[in-house]
């Protein structure tokens, strides 16, 4: 079975100039990564991974690996990615759901955001394992951050999602609260039923991530932005273009404020 969330019904209020310029960072670094070659690449990956016994001063690097310190590698280990099925799925999730977020916090407030979720992941994955020689890359521990924050403003939101089980191919519209709370109930209890030592999908870090982004948009969301926000549809059209169900000519792409706010 196959089920990948494809875009959802969350008006955008301000270009997400933060969410695409994470996603072309990303994007950047993993081209930079695959023009390395496989050695290189797998040294990069000790060198900007986050390595939870270096982190915690149980091991160290050779030399020629330390290439930043190892508090360092929290976050550029955010920007890291291990192929190109990794890097898209991560980037799909940022696209769908960082825009509507950022669209209530700010620019500057997203990236706090996202960052902080990301290194409060890195850290609780870190802590699970602190001997780990591994390194752990991605952006998806931040991302999950993102989630959490989506979780709290629009849980009523519409996610069209894509269902693939043998011949049966669909497109379903479910509530956010479900696609988000599904996806975070699978993580926590994978995490549960994987052994610390073992290495594999960070769930720790999904998790940690999530619930520090929910956190955390309460805190940093824009004076007035409302949290658990109703249900966009007939409502929303009419408060938005004083009836009309699209929006008159000449209307900016850009309204200069949420009306929910």
């Given at each position: 079975?196959?089920?990948?969330?494809?875009?959802?019904?969350?008006?955008?209020?301000?270009?997400?100039?933060?969410?695409?310029?994470?996603?072309?960072?990303?994007?950047?670094?993993?081209?930079?990564?695959?023009?390395?070659?496989?050695?290189?690449?797998?040294?990069?990956?000790?060198?900007?991974?986050?390595?939870?016994?270096?982190?915690?001063?149980?091991?160290?690097?050779?030399?020629?690996?330390?290439?930043?310190?190892?508090?360092?590698?929290?976050l550029?280990s955010?920007?890291?990615?291990?192929?190109?099925?990794?890097l898209?799925?991560?980037?799909?999730?940022?696209?769908?759901?960082?825009?509507?977020?950022?669209?209530?916090?700010?620019?500057?407030?997203?990236?706090?955001?996202?960052?902080?979720?990301?290194?409060?992941?890195?850290?609780?994955?870190?802590?699970m394992?602190?001997?780990?020689?591994?390194?752990?890359?991605?952006?998806?521990?931040?991302?999950?951050?993102?989630?959490?924050?989506?979780?709290?403003?629009?849980?009523?939101?519409?996610?069209?999602?894509?269902?693939?089980?043998?011949?049966?191919?669909?497109?379903l519209?479910?509530?956010?609260?479900?696609?988000?709370?599904?996806?975070?109930?699978?993580?926590?209890?994978?995490?549960?039923?994987?052994?610390?030592?073992?290495?594999?999908?960070?769930f720790?870090?999904?998790?940690?991530?999530?619930?520090?982004?929910?956190?955390?948009?309460?805190?940093?969301?824009?004076?007035?932005?409302?949290?658990?926000?109703?249900?966009?549809?007939?409502?929303?059209?009419?408060?938005?273009?004083?009836g009309?169900?699209?929006?008159?000519?000449?209307?900016?792409?850009?309204?200069?404020?949420?009306?929910?706010?």
């Amino acid at each position: 079975m196959l089920a990948l969330p494809l875009y959802d019904d969350t008006p955008i209020w301000r270009p997400p100039i933060a969410t695409y310029g994470l996603i072309a960072a990303c994007a950047v670094v993993f081209l930079w990564q695959q023009s390395l070659g496989y050695q290189a690449e797998q040294e990069v990956d000790y060198a900007l991974g986050m390595i939870p016994a270096v982190l915690f001063g149980h091991a160290a690097l050779p030399y020629p690996l330390r290439l930043v310190p190892p508090w360092a590698t929290v976050l550029t280990s955010m920007f890291l990615h291990g192929s190109w099925l990794h890097l898209l799925g991560n980037m799909l999730f940022l696209w769908l759901f960082g825009r509507g977020v950022e669209s209530a916090l700010g620019a500057w407030r997203f990236l706090l955001l996202y960052l902080a979720s990301g290194i409060a992941a890195a850290l609780a994955q870190a802590a699970m394992n602190p001997a780990a020689t591994l390194p752990m890359i991605g952006a998806s521990g931040a991302i999950a951050g993102v989630l959490g924050a989506y979780f709290v403003l629009y849980p009523r939101g519409n996610v069209v999602v894509f269902i693939w089980v043998l011949f049966l191919i669909r497109l379903l519209t479910v509530p956010a609260v479900i696609v988000l709370g599904l996806w975070f109930l699978i993580q926590l209890l994978s995490a549960l039923a994987t052994p610390a030592g073992e290495a594999g999908i960070a769930f720790w870090a999904h998790v940690a991530g999530f619930l520090a982004g929910m956190v955390l948009v309460v805190l940093l969301r824009r004076r007035g932005t409302r949290l658990l926000q109703p249900r966009r549809g007939a409502a929303f059209a009419l408060r938005r273009y004083g009836g009309a169900s699209v929006p008159p000519a000449g209307r900016p792409h850009w309204p200069a404020r949420d009306p929910w706010e």
